[in-house]
């Protein structure tokens, strides 16, 4: 704390910019030295280091009983506690935030509220009985102490030689009531009472004095007279209306005498109406003195009124009073006249000397005798017990004798002489003599009056602006009465912006957040929280009990409700801390001191990790497991030049608390050699099966990942279509450990689904490693080895500090017992000395000269008892001092080798090593790559099937059975009655699908996300899979093994357009697809066919039968977005294009088929070759049995047939069984359609073997 409560500071001009910069590094500097980032020796934050610390201060280690968190967290006021405000005094239970309380640097906003549970409380009591104030026992009071300065003490600290510093407010109010009504309100509280029939109320006002009762019916306009007793005048305000009007505005409607209250109305007054509710209290129940000293006296039977209304005009006013008994129960005495029989104690308020003199002006009594007697108070200077100023007299006057040239005259510092003498009431000087310096006592009533303040300022001394402020704020300094126990209550607090303290009963009292925490309790308690979480720290530091949160994300619970205590790893972190190992900095307060570091026994900064974020730079250090950091540390003692990647061999790499799976040791190299470094950390997981499914079960997640979000996140994937093969999720986690159980769909593959889900969610996460902490108070990045090496040194020092402190104490004790031995071995001479000594500074004296002892030796001889004359007591001397001195040898003998001391290290690492070794709880998979899903997919031939109604499926094309000729085939998808399969193909699993749509829209999919189904299975909705617009509908689909430059797309459209476009120009994947076309407005897609580089020809062929073939150099490759030019003219005119083929071989065959399921196949050369843009020839002879021609696909011997009706029927047939025949002939019957059914699209596949000679008849409906 400072030396004053206001300083005197030089005032420099500086720019403002440089302000500004210097104030924002100084801010970013404390925010990442004191707050975001950990020490690199101890590994913790100042926010951990004090809650351990004060852990340690209470006493909590892992054997004693668990602490409620809120005691570990903070200290706190009861309910009831008034604390200043800019509205008044305010119950500290009614604190809100923005709120804007007193504190010596002016009004400050209230940032946090909180409460505590009940716990043990303190009532600390004033010399004046009217401050007091009920606490926790680590709830601290600013105090004076000897030399003048300030300091915050613990009220269990607290004893009866400290003085508590009280500071009034002195603030004012807005002036809401009139001063008439308000001396009512005092008169009817102090003598008044109300008269209760049934629910009627009517105000009576009492008093000896008419005139008084007069005031009254005046300001309420009564008509009624005022009735006469034997003792007292009655005045009754009869009309009910005013008499509730009254009673609601002062909240005063439950008023007794025994009950009467200062409650939020009367907090609310502006000081004109205090002073005129003081006023009509007076005239009621107060009495004036005057018998040689001013004395205002106000008697209630309330004494909790009294506290409150003396707190309040000690606030207001900065006037102290005293309470004292006015009498007890049926005691008799004479007021006024009459004879007075108490019916209850009674207490008096009592303002006496400068601070009665103070209400001389400014009250207005009625009641004459009392104004009379008012009026005649004089000034004086006649100090009073509460101005009395502790200490000062002493500092004052030693500083005068300094300043005393002689014969009454004194010199300033700047060499000013002047006589200015002090002066009692009556004339008589003040002598500066020593005797008088010591026991003169200083008011802060009198120092103007007998010039010492005068003189301070003269004297240019530093304590007049000290003692200056004191007087001008009305600054008193009370006593400590009394400290008692009392019971337990729930507690309240609230946190200061910029400042720790604010007035409350009259006392400063600080911020109750524990003894070293400058934040609110929420941010200490969310780290103390953190320090227990068993799935946050590799170690826990804390031993939680209750809820400290989960891996779920769950809140903890309230701090009044959870308890803890230290674990035996954060112990270690404060091993022989008492044994000046660290240095020592004040707190937040300067009240005490923390440590600046703690000694630390474990690598804690590798062990548990840390993170934070500061001003342009962030930390994020993850845990590591103890058994390979201890044997790295013992590696480098024993191979002080060893390389980094020997240390590499010892620590694997991270270790985090949750497990899972760490892909890469790139990453980690990365880290350890530069500081940062990514490394990626999966899930781990393990399949199993249940009724012919496969289910993924998680057992472990990546560090910091939240189960039920990731849960939350899987459920939206599978809903929204993005992760396929998912039936079921659920959490079966329970205390044995985690287990997520993720059920998959019978035609679902575990690893592909897996794979994506690695993709998609936080079950494969990547974690950043910046390896940032402090040293020597500036941010630092460091290497793994740089970690090691400083936690070393850190140790040496703390070893080193700690043998300097146990030699010294051994030293210390030793040179006492060898004072003790010398006394022993001359015990009669001792006698002797000690027996002829008048005092016992002439025994020490004697004693010191005689043996050339010390003075400490011979205090110990003095105090020695008599059973150590003993012999054998003696020969325990002597064995003591031999252990000494065995003691002593052995800690020179660390401080002068570096063997023994490095020995020293190893022993306690072992040690350390030994009492918390653990697995490894993270697998660390060696040199990851990213998996392509392809390569878990197994490369086989489906068919790929579309409908009219765009459900889209895959089926393994064994599925399929062949069959001769005329077979009706088998049901190859279940449709509804207003759907039919439009396309099918054969594709491998891996092949890219193409999808044009008919507005020329181009979309890519793998085969292997199409869901793969059962023959007779619906199948998918393709929008679901790609971006379909809801107006298109799929052409064509375009299986593809790559995108190369010698491939081209061939597209034919309705009107009778082809267009050539090289294959690469679509390589470039896009989710919402390409414009692979410009069309006219009247124009569609037809279909489109891939070009490969043997291609020689393009054929195209007719709804009505026409067909024409040209070479695929006509139709030039253009860009991708080109119309495209003329392939056929149509001769009739609602003729339009139906299907369009490539060829490489005029020998190769095509095959024809019509609607009605008649088909041929033809040689190519019988169609022969024409310019593009011709009229064509004749493509299949057409008649109502046939049908219009569906579609034209290339063949071959070797090539099976699928064709498909638009009732979902397909049948598989060997093209040996279908008939060559001609250009101009109709063909053969290749599939039996019913009337109502018609052939809608054919497709070769690969040949097969036939199963059964009477397969044919093997037919399924």
Not at 916 to 923: I, L, N
Request: net charge neutral; hydrophobic share 35%; proline share 3%.
């Amino acid at each position: 704390m400072s030396n004053s409560l206001e300083e005197n500071q030089d005032i420099q001009e500086v720019k403002i910019e440089e302000s500004m910069r210097t104030s924002y590094l100084d801010y970013s500097m404390s925010v990442i030295v004191g707050r975001a980032l950990p020490d690199a020796r101890d590994g913790l934050k100042p926010v951990h280091r004090r809650i351990l610390y004060s852990m340690r201060d209470l006493n909590i280690t892992h054997k004693s009983p668990y602490k409620k968190s809120a005691r570990i967290v903070g200290d706190c006021l009861v309910a009831g506690s008034l604390v200043s405000t800019d509205r008044g005094l305010v119950p500290i239970e009614d604190i809100e935030v923005g709120d804007r309380v007193y504190t010596q640097k002016g009004l400050k906003s209230v940032t946090e509220l909180f409460y505590q549970p009940e716990q043990p409380l303190l009532k600390v009591t004033s010399s004046s009985n009217i401050f007091e104030n009920r606490v926790t026992r680590g709830h601290k009071f600013k105090v004076l102490n000897e030399d003048l300065t300030y300091s915050f003490k613990e009220s269990k600290d607290l004893t009866t030689d400290d003085y508590l510093i009280m500071q009034p407010s002195l603030m004012d109010m807005k002036d809401n009531f009139s001063k008439d009504e308000v001396y009512a309100l005092g008169l009817f509280m102090s003598d008044g009472n109300i008269d209760r029939n049934r629910d009627l109320n009517y105000v009576c006002f009492s008093n000896s004095e008419e005139n008084v009762l007069e005031y009254i019916k005046e300001t309420f306009q009564l008509n009624n007279k005022i009735q006469e007793t034997k003792t007292t005048k009655i005045l009754k305000i009869s009309n009910k209306e005013k008499s509730k009007e009254f009673l609601e505005k002062f909240d005063v409607t439950n008023k007794y005498s025994h009950n009467i209250d200062i409650n939020s109305t009367i907090m609310s007054f502006s000081n004109k109406s205090l002073l005129s509710f003081i006023s009509g209290f007076i005239d009621g129940d107060g009495f004036i003195r005057k018998n040689g000293t001013n004395e205002i006296v106000i008697t209630s039977i309330s004494n909790k009124f009294l506290k409150k209304l003396a707190l309040l005009l000690f606030d207001r006013f900065g006037v102290v009073s005293v309470i004292v008994d006015a009498g007890k129960k049926g005691d008799k005495h004479t007021f006024e006249n009459r004879e007075i029989v108490t019916r209850h104690d009674s207490y008096n308020l009592t303002f006496t000397g400068s601070n009665a003199y103070f209400f001389k002006d400014k009250l207005n009594l009625l009641n004459q005798k009392k104004r009379d007697r008012l009026e005649s108070f004089n000034y004086y200077s006649d100090p009073t017990q509460t101005s009395y100023l502790p200490f000062f007299g002493k500092k004052i006057f030693d500083i005068f004798s300094k300043k005393h040239i002689g014969s009454g005259w004194y010199q300033s510092e700047d060499g000013e002489k002047f006589r200015l003498g002090i002066k009692y009431k009556n004339g008589t000087k003040i002598r500066y003599v020593k005797e008088l310096s010591d026991k003169i006592r200083i008011y802060s009533d009198t120092v103007e009056d007998l010039n010492i303040l005068e003189k301070l300022r003269r004297l240019d001394s530093k304590l007049y602006e000290h003692l200056k402020y004191i007087v001008d704020n009305k600054i008193r300094f009370l006593r400590v009465k009394e400290v008692k126990e009392v019971t337990d209550e729930i507690t309240y607090d609230f946190t200061v912006e910029d400042v720790h303290e604010f007035f409350v009963n009259g006392v400063i009292s600080s911020n109750c957040i524990g003894k070293y925490h400058p934040h609110g309790d929420n941010a200490v308690y969310d780290a103390l929280v953190r320090m227990a979480q068993d799935f946050s720290m590799r170690s826990p530091l804390v031993d939680g009990q209750g809820n400290f949160g989960s891996v779920d994300g769950d809140n903890p619970a309230a701090q009044r409700y959870t308890e803890a205590r230290m674990t035996k790893v954060a112990e270690e972190l404060l091993r022989d801390i008492d044994k000046d190992t660290v240095d020592f900095t004040p707190n937040y307060d300067d009240s005490m001191t923390e440590p600046d570091v703690l000694p630390s026994r474990i690598p804690n900064l590798l062990l548990n990790g840390s993170s934070g974020i500061a001003v342009g730079m962030a930390t994020n250090i993850p845990p590591h497991r103890m058994d390979e950091l201890i044997e790295a540390l013992l590696y480098i003692i024993d191979n002080p030049t060893c390389e980094d990647s020997e240390l590499f061999n010892i620590i694997k790499g991270p270790d985090f608390p949750t497990g899972g799976i760490i892909f890469g040791k790139k990453g980690i190299h990365d880290a350890y050699t530069t500081g940062r470094g990514r490394i990626k950390v999966r899930a781990k997981t393990h399949i199993e099966e249940k009724k012919n499914k496969d289910v993924i079960v998680v057992d472990e997640l990546p560090y910091q990942v939240n189960k039920s979000r990731l849960i939350e996140s899987i459920a939206h994937l599978v809903r929204d279509k993005q992760v396929e093969g998912i039936s079921e999720i659920r959490d079966e986690s329970d205390r044995e450990g985690m287990r997520i159980v993720i059920e998959l769909k019978k035609d679902a593959m575990s690893d592909i689904v897996l794979n994506n889900l690695f993709k998609s969610t936080q079950m494969q996460t990547t974690f950043g490693i910046i390896m940032l902490a402090i040293t020597n108070k500036e941010p630092k990045v460091f290497k793994l080895r740089e970690l090691l090496d400083l936690f070393l040194r850190h140790r040496k020092t703390v070893i080193i500090r700690r043998t300097i402190f146990q030699l010294e104490k051994a030293n210390a004790k030793a040179h006492i017992l060898e004072g003790l031995k010398i006394a022993v071995d001359n015990i009669d001479e001792v006698i002797r000395i000690i027996r002829q000594s008048e005092n016992t500074e002439i025994a020490r004296s004697s004693l010191i000269e005689k043996f050339s002892l010390s003075e400490l030796q011979a205090n110990a001889i003095l105090e020695m008892k008599l059973r150590r004359l003993t012999g054998l007591e003696r020969d325990k001397i002597e064995d003591e001092l031999k252990e000494l001195y065995r003691e002593i040898e052995y800690y020179k003998s660390i401080l002068k080798s570096e063997e023994i001391l490095n020995g020293i290290i190893v022993d306690e690492l072992k040690e350390v090593g030994e009492n918390f070794s653990s697995k490894r709880r993270t697998e660390i998979v060696d040199d990851y790559n990213d998996i392509d899903i392809e390569d878990l997919i197994p490369n086989e031939p489906m068919v790929v099937t579309i409908t009219h109604r765009g459900y889209i499926k895959r089926v393994a094309l064994k599925q399929y059975e062949k069959q001769r000729r005329g077979g009706k085939g088998k049901i190859a998808v279940t449709t509804h009655d207003d759907d039919f399969i439009e396309q099918f193909f054969i594709s491998s699993t891996h092949d890219t699908l193409m999808f044009v749509t008919d507005h020329g829209q181009l979309y890519w999919l793998k085969v292997y996300r199409i869901p793969e189904g059962s023959r007779t299975a619906k199948g998918k909705a393709v929008v679901n899979l790609i971006n379909l617009k809801p107006d298109e509908k799929i052409m064509s689909i375009i299986p593809t093994t790559d995108f190369s430059e010698d491939k081209g797309l061939v597209f034919f459209t309705k009107n009778g357009i082809v267009k050539r476009t090289n294959l690469k120009e679509y390589s470039n994947i896009r989710t919402n697809g390409v414009r692979a076309i410009n069309l006219d407005e009247d124009d569609s897609i037809v279909t489109a066919k891939i070009v490969l580089p043997e291609t020689k020809w393009l054929f195209v062929t007719t709804k009505k039968g026409q067909c024409i073939r040209f070479k695929v150099e006509d139709a030039r490759e253009i860009g991708r977005v080109s119309r495209g030019v003329t392939a056929i003219k149509f001769k009739i005119k609602d003729d339009f294009v139906c299907g369009g083929v490539t060829i490489d071989n005029e020998e190769r065959e095509l095959l024809m088929l019509s609607e009605k399921g008649i088909g041929k196949r033809t040689t190519a050369s019988e169609y022969r070759e024409q310019s593009r843009a011709g009229k064509g020839v004749i493509s299949m002879k057409l008649s109502p049995k046939t049908g219009d021609v569906v579609d034209v696909v290339m063949v071959a011997e070797d090539k099976d047939m699928m064709c498909l009706t638009s009732i979902g029927k397909m049948i598989r047939v060997d093209m040996q069984t279908i008939r060559k025949a001609g250009r101009n002939t109709s063909g053969v019957k290749v599939v039996n359609v019913d009337k109502k059914d018609i052939v809608v699209s054919i497709a070769k596949c690969p040949k097969e073997e036939a199963e059964e000679p009477d397969a044919v008849n093997d037919i399924l409906e």
